[in-house]
C-alpha cells in the first residue's frame, strides 16, 4: 500500500511503450534483454531470441534495485557478445555487499551501447501540490556533487502540460530545444496518467541524429493505483512485478501472512527482523505498532527485536489466529539457548471498532493449541488492550493463562500502553 | 458556526455508503450528548432501487427513521443544511463519490473512509478543496470527535468507551494525530490526566492527507475552548514542519506536548514499511528524531519517548490550571442509552420463547443437515433422492429397498399425458403467458379427491378395512352399502385380467422381492379376485397400487403404528404424487413454452351453449 520500486528492465519497456502516445517522434530501439543464472545456462537460446545481441555493442549492468553500480565495478561497457559472455558468468551468482546488506547478484540488464558525449539529467517527483520535472546538463554519475546545477521546476497539479511554457523555464537546450521539449513534456503526461511515483532517468543521451536514449532509469509506482490501470501494469492476469531489494528474501511465514492480508479488508503485515530475538509483538493497530517498536528499541532490546508487525480494522477471528499462530510457532520453535526467558507482547490502544473479543478469541485459541510449545520455549506473555469487549476479551486471556499454566499477564486501559513492555523487560 | 470549527452540536452528516453500526453508534453518542437533533440527516445507498428509502434507528429507546437516498443530489437537495458528509465508500469508488460531495454546494467537509487511494486521486480531492474552500478529513481515518457534540462514524468504539473517556462533554484539549488507533488511546489517555478531548481528529496515515496536521492545528489555535494542543506525529513526511514554522512565526502560540513516532526505524532494516503508508523516512529530515530535536527547538513540550508522554500533557495541564486559565466543566450524568436485545441476548440477560419449533433441518452450520445428515455426506455418499426424501419427509435414514419403491413410485407418476387437469391446466395457465410457478400451481392446484385422490383414498379405505378386520367379501359390501362409493384403487378403464397393466405388474414384482411382508397387498389382490369375478376389468389399478403398496413400505420400516397414522395423516402420499407429477406438469409448461404457443382458447364447438 505505498510507492513500490520496479525493474530497470520492466520501467524502460513500459515507458517505451506509453511514451509515444504523447511523443510520437520518440523512437526507441526496443533492444532491451535480461539474463539470469537460469538463461546463462541456455546462453544459445537467450542469444537466439535476442539476435541484436550478435550485432550490437553491447552494455550490462545489474537490475537488481540498488545504485552505484559503476563505482562497484558492476557494469560492462562496449561489449562483443563473447565478453558479455564472460562478464555474466563471473559477476552472477556472486555475492555481493550492498550497504551492510548481503546478497547475491542474479539480474544483468544487456543493452545496445550509445556511443554519447554529453550525459543529461531528468527526473519527476511529486508533493502535494505540484508535480516537479528536474532537469540538468550534467547528469550521470556527477549529478549529486553537481546538485545546484539541476533546474527545478514545479508543475502545479492538474496542469495541462501541453500549454505549459517549459521553454521559458529551460534556457539554452541550443539546438536540441525541439526534441528535448517534446520528450520532457511527453515523459510528465507518461508520469502523470500512470500513476507514477517517482521516476529518474541518469542520465539520458541524445545520438548525433537527435535520439534520445535513456540510459540509466529508476522508477516508483504508487501501487494502490493498480486498480486504474488494468490495461497497462496493474493487469491482474499479468502484473507488473514489484521486486523485494536484493539481500531481501520475503520468508514463508511473512508470505503466510501477505497472502491473508491480500484476501481480507482488514489489514495485517508481518516482518520478521530477528529469528533468535527473545521479544516478538503482536500489535493491533498501525500507529500502535510503530510505538511499541519504539518502545523496545528505546529500552535497549533493538537487537532482541523478533519482528515488526500489525493487525488492524477487525479482521476476523479465524485470520486473527492464524497471524497468532504464526507467531507463536516463531517465537517457540528454538528455545534460548541459554535458556533465557522470551517475551511475547499482546499490546494495543484502545480500538475503535475491532472488537477485543472476537480477535483475541483467535489469539487465545492459537494459545490453547501451541501452550506445550510456549512453556518449553519459557515464553511470557504481556497483554495490553482496549477497544469493544474489552472486559470480555480480557478475561479470555486470563482464563487461557490459568488452564494452560502458560505465564500470561494481562493489562486493561488504565496501564499505560506501552508500559507492559518496561513491565516485561525490567522483570528479566 | 465559528469558520475555525468543522462540526458542533446541530452539525448533521449525509452517510455514505449503507454502513449501519456506525450510524447507530453516531446517534448512541448523540443521545449521550443530549443532542437535540440527530447528527445524521441522510444516508447514500447508490445500489438501492427506489430513489428514497428509510433505515430505521435507535434514539434512546425510541425508533426513528433516517431516509436513504439513492444519490447525493438527491440528498443534499432534501438536507441543505447537512454540511459533511462522511464517505464509507470502497477505495474504488471513493474517488468520484469525494468528488461530487466537494463540488455541491452545500457540503463543506468530506470525510474519506477507505484505505488506499491512489495518490494522484487523493490529490486531486486536495486541489478542489483548495480551490472551493472545503475541507477533507483522511483518506484512510476513523475520523475524528467533538466531545458531547459531534463524532464521525467509528470514532471512539463504544458508548462503554465514550463514558470512561468523558468524550461527552467537551474538555480543554485539542488533538490531533495521524493514526485513528492511536487516536482513540489517546482521548482516554487525555482524558486520564486533563480535563478530557474538547476535539480529536486522525487525520490517516497516508503520504497526502486531505487536511494535514498543521491545519487543525490553526483551527484549535483560534478556538477559545481549547486551551492546549496534543498531537501524535510519524515518522515519514515533512508535514511536522509545518508545526515548527507556526510555532517560531507565533501563528501557534497555545502549549503543544507533540510527539512523533518512529523514532526505532534507525536500528531497523532500511525500507520497512511501518503500518502507515506515509510512515517511511525518505531523508535524514523525515525521520522521528529530527523532528523530534527540530519541534523541541521551536519551543514545543517534547517529551523523551512515548512513554512519557501521558506525564508531560498532565504538567502542561496543571500549569494552565494554576494560571487560571481551565474554567471548571459542568460535570453531568450521562442519560445511559438501553442495550441492544441482540447484545443483551449475548450476555445472558434476557430470554425470550421462540415462535418456530424445526425438527428436519438445519441451515446454521457449516453445512446445511437433513435430520442431522450433512449435506456433503449426501453428495460425497452420492445418496438417492430416495434416501434424501426419507431425511426430510420421515427423519430416518430409509434402507435401500425403501429409497428404490419411492423413487419407482416418483416415476410412475411423473406423467400421465396431457389431457388429464394436472397437465391440461399447466398447459392452459403457460399459454396464457404465465410464469412457471403460476403455471405449475394451477395444475397442482387440481389434485385432490377426483384426481391423484385415488392412491390416498384406497391407502385409507384398505387401511381401515384391515384394521376393522373385514374379509375381503364384508369390505366390498361396506364400500357399497355404507359409504356408497367405488372402492378406490379397482378398476380400469381399458385394462383387464387378460390384457393386465404392466406398471401394476411391476410394482407387485418388486413388493413381493423385497418387502418382508405385504398385508395389504395381499389382502387387496384377495379383494381384486372378488370384483374380477364379477366384471373382468375391475383390476387393481396403478393408484390402488401405489396406495396400498405404501402402506406395506410402512409395515416393513422401523415405525410404530402411532408413527404409521402420523405418515398418512400427514399427507405423505398426496406429497409422493404432487412431487412426482410436478416433473410432468414442468415438462409440459416447458414445452408449451418452447413452442411460444399461444392462448389456448375452447372452441365453440366443443361446448354446447344452451338459452
Known amino acids: 500500500m505505498a510507492q513500490k520500486n520496479i525493474y530497470e528492465y520492466d520501467a524502460k519497456k513500459f515507458v517505451a511503450s506509453q511514451l509515444p502516445n504523447y511523443f510520437p517522434e520518440f523512437n526507441y530501439h526496443g533492444k532491451l534483454a535480461v539474463i539470469t543464472p537460469e538463461k546463462l545456462a541456455n546462453f544459445d537460446r537467450f542469444v537466439a531470441e535476442n539476435p541484436w545481441l550478435k550485432t550490437d555493442k553491447l552494455v550490462a549492468k545489474p537490475d537488481q534495485l540498488f545504485g552505484k553500480r559503476g563505482k562497484a565495478n558492476l557494469i560492462l561497457l562496449d561489449a562483443n557478445l563473447e565478453q558479455l559472455k564472460k562478464f555474466a558468468e563471473e559477476k552472477l551468482d556472486q555475492e555481493l555487499k550492498i550497504g551492510n546488506i548481503k546478497g547475491v547478484l542474479n539480474r544483468l540488464l544487456i543493452e545496445p551501447y550509445i556511443p554519447h558525449e554529453t550525459e543529461y539529467y531528468m527526473s519527476i517527483t511529486s508533493n502535494r501540490y505540484n508535480d516537479l520535472i528536474h532537469f540538468s546538463f550534467e547528469g550521470g554519475i556527477f549529478v549529486e556533487e553537481n546538485w545546484d546545477k539541476v533546474i527545478h521546476i514545479p508543475i502545479p497539479f492538474g496542469t495541462n502540460i501541453e500549454s505549459f511554457d517549459l521553454e521559458t523555464k529551460l534556457p539554452n537546450l541550443g539546438k536540441f530545444n525541439d526534441v528535448l521539449i517534446p520528450f520532457i513534456k511527453g515523459l510528465f503526461q507518461v508520469y502523470c496518467a500512470q500513476d507514477f511515483a517517482f521516476l529518474e532517468i541518469n542520465p539520458f543521451a541524445i545520438t548525433e541524429d537527435k535520439k534520445i536514449v535513456p540510459l540509466d532509469l529508476k522508477a516508483r509506482l504508487d501501487d494502490t493505483a493498480a486498480f486504474l490501470h488494468i490495461d497497462t501494469w496493474g493487469n491482474p492476469h499479468n502484473p507488473i512485478e514489484f521486486p523485494i531489494g536484493i539481500g531481501q528474501k520475503m520468508a514463508k511465514e511473512e508470505g503466510l501472512i501477505k497472502d491473508l492480508d491480500e484476501k481480507t479488508g482488514a489489514s495485517l503485515k508481518f516482518q520478521i ?137 494481562v493489562y486493561d486501559r488504565y496501564t499505560h500502553m506501552t508500559r507492559v513492555v518496561s513491565i516485561a523487560l525490567n522483570k528479566n | ?20 453500526r456506525p450510524v447507530q453508534r453516531m446517534l448512541d453518542f448523540d ?46 437537495k432534501k438536507h441543505p443544511k447537512a454540511d459533511m458528509m462522511i464517505n464509507f465508500s470502497s477505495f474504488r469508488s471513493s474517488y468520484p463519490t469525494s468528488k461530487e460531495a466537494l463540488e455541491s454546494d452545500t457540503i463543506r467537509t468530506v470525510v474519506i473512509i477507505a484505505e488506499g487511494i491512489p495518490e494522484r486521486l487523493s490529490r486531486d480531492l486536495i486541489r478542489i478543496a483548495r480551490e472551493r474552500g472545503k475541507f477533507i478529513i483522511g483518506p484512510a481515518t476513523v475520523g475524528g470527535i467533538v466531545a458531547g457534540n459531534f463524532k464521525i462514524g467509528n470514532t471512539a468504539g463504544t458508548l462503554e468507551n465514550i463514558i470512561l473517556s468523558k468524550l461527552y462533554r467537551p474538555g480543554s484539549v485539542g488533538f490531533v494525530s495521524k493514526s485513528g488507533g492511536m487516536s482513540n ?69 497555545k502549549p503543544l506536548v507533540i510527539w512523533v513516532t518512529g523514532t526505532a526505524a534507525k536500528i531497523l532494516p532500511q525500507g520497512l514499511q511501518f503500518g502507515h503508508a506515509g510512515a517511511m523516512a525518505g531523508s535524514e529530515k523525515e525521520t522521528a528524531d529530527a523532528k523530534n530535536q527540530a519541534l523541541r527547538e521551536a519551543g514545543a513540550i517534547v517529551p523523551d519517548s512515548y512513554e512519557d508522554l501521558d506525564k508531560k500533557i498532565k504538567e502542561t495541564f496543571e500549569k494552565l490550571k494554576k494560571e487560571g486559565k481551565i474554567v471548571p466543566i459542568d460535570e453531568f450524568e450521562p442519560p ?38 450433512g449435506l456433503d455426506k449426501i453428495i460425497k455418499e452420492n445418496k438417492s433422492i430416495g434416501y434424501v426424501i426419507g431425511l426430510l419427509w420421515f427423519k430416518r435414514e ?77 369390505f366390498i359390501n361396506y364400500m357399497k352399502n355404507t359409504v356408497q362409493i367405488n372402492i378406490p384403487g379397482i378398476g380400469h378403464r381399458i385394462k383387464s385380467v387378460q390384457n393386465p397393466d404392466v406398471r401394476v405388474q411391476l410394482l407387485k414384482e418388486f413388493v413381493f422381492k423385497n418387502f418382508s411382508k405385504h398385508p395389504h397387498l395381499d389382502y387387496a389382490l384377495n379383494v381384486e379376485k372378488i370384483t374380477t369375478s364379477k366384471r373382468n376389468n375391475l ?35 398426496n406429497g409422493l404424487f404432487v412431487l412426482g407429477r410436478s416433473i410432468g406438469m414442468m415438462g409440459h409448461v416447458f414445452d408449451q413454452k418452447r413452442q411460444r404457443a399461444g392462448l389456448f382458447r375452447e372452441p365453440w364447438d366443443q361446448i354446447l351453449f344452451i338459452d
Not at chain 2, 482521548?187 to 476535539?199: D, H, K, L, R, V
Not at chain 2, 419411492?406 to 388429464?420: F, S
Open chain 2, 31 to 76: 443521545f449521550v450528548c443530549k443532542r437535540k437533533k440527530p447528527s445524521v440527516a441522510a444516508i447514500i445507498r447508490p445500489t438501492q432501487t427506489a430513489a428514497i428509502g428509510y433505515h430505521k434507528v435507535f434514539w434512546g429507546n425510541k425508533e426513528i427513521v433516517i431516509p436513504i437516498y439513492k444519490t447525493l443530489a438527491l440528498a443534499t
Open chain 2, 1 to 20: 458556526m465559528e469558520s475555525y470549527k468543522l462540526f458542533d452540536k446541530n452539525t448533521q452528516a449525509i452517510i455514505y455508503g449503507f454502513q449501519t
Open chain 1, 273 to 409: 527482523l530477528n529469528r533468535d530475538g527473545r521479544i516478538w509483538t503482536m500489535v493491533a493497530g498501525g500507529g500502535a505498532s510503530v510505538v511499541y517498536t519504539d518502545t523496545i528499541v528505546d529500552l535497549g532490546y533493538g537487537d532482541e527485536l523478533g519482528n515488526y508487525g500489525e493487525y488492524s480494522g477487525n479482521p476476523s477471528r479465524e485470520h486473527t489466529e492464524i497471524y497468532a499462530q504464526n507467531i507463536i510457532d516463531l517465537i517457540s520453535t528454538n528455545p534460548d539457548p541459554q535458556g533465557r526467558e522470551k517475551y511475547l507482547i499482546i499490546g494495543g490502544g484502545i480500538a475503535n471498532f475491532t472488537d477485543v473479543k472476537a480477535t483475541f478469541t483467535g489469539i487465545v485459541s492459537a494459545i490453547r493449541k501451541s501452550a506445550y510449545k510456549l512453556k518449553n520455549a519459557n515464553v511470557k506473555i504481556f497483554v495490553r488492550r482496549g477497544g469493544p469487549n474489552e472486559k470480555q476479551g480480557l478475561e479470555l486471556m486470563k482464563q487461557v493463562g490459568k488452564e494452560t499454566g502458560v505465564p500470561i499477564e
Open chain 2, 185 to 253: 488511546e489517546m482521548n482516554f489517555m487525555i482524558s486520564q490526566c486533563t480535563n478530557g478531548i474538547y476535539e480529536g481528529i486522525a487525520i490517516g496515515g497516508d503520504r497526502y492527507p486531505g487536511s494535514r496536521l498543521i491545519d487543525h492545528l490553526l483551527r484549535y489555535e483560534a478556538n477559545p475552548e481549547i486551551k492546549m494542543l496534543v498531537v501524535l506525529g510519524e515518522i515519514g513526511g515533512t508535514d511536522e514542519y509545518a508545526i515548527v514554522e507556526a510555532m517560531k512565526n507565533g501563528s501557534i502560540k
Open chain 2, 398 to 474: 430409509l434402507p435401500e429397498f425403501a429409497q428404490q419403491f419411492i423413487e419407482i413410485v416418483i416415476k410412475l407418476t411423473a406423467d400421465h399425458g396431457p389431457a388429464v387437469s394436472g397437465a391440461h391446466n399447466a398447459i392452459i395457465t403457460a399459454r396464457a403467458g404465465k410464469d412457471l410457478m403460476s403455471s405449475l400451481a394451477s395444475g397442482i392446484l387440481t389434485i385432490g379427491p377426483r384426481f391423484g385422490g385415488a392412491i390416498s383414498n384406497a391407502a385409507k379405505y384398505f387401511r381401515e378395512a384391515l384394521q376393522k378386520r373385514m374379509t375381503p367379501l364384508e
Open chain 2, 539 to 573: 383390476i387393481l389399478n396403478v393408484d390402488g397400487c401405489i396406495g396400498i403398496c405404501f402402506l406395506d413400505l410402512l409395515e416393513n420400516l422401523d415405525f410404530t403404528s402411532e408413527e404409521i397414522e402420523d405418515v398418512i395423516y400427514s399427507e405423505a402420499l
Open chain 2, 336 to 373: 445511559k442509552v438501553p442495550m441492544d436485545y441482540s447484545e443483551a441476548q449475548r450476555l445472558g440477560l434476557v430470554r425470550r420463547p421462540t415462535s418456530v419449533i424445526v425438527t428436519i433441518s438445519d441451515d446454521r452450520g457449516d453445512v446445511p443437515t437433513f435430520a442431522g445428515v
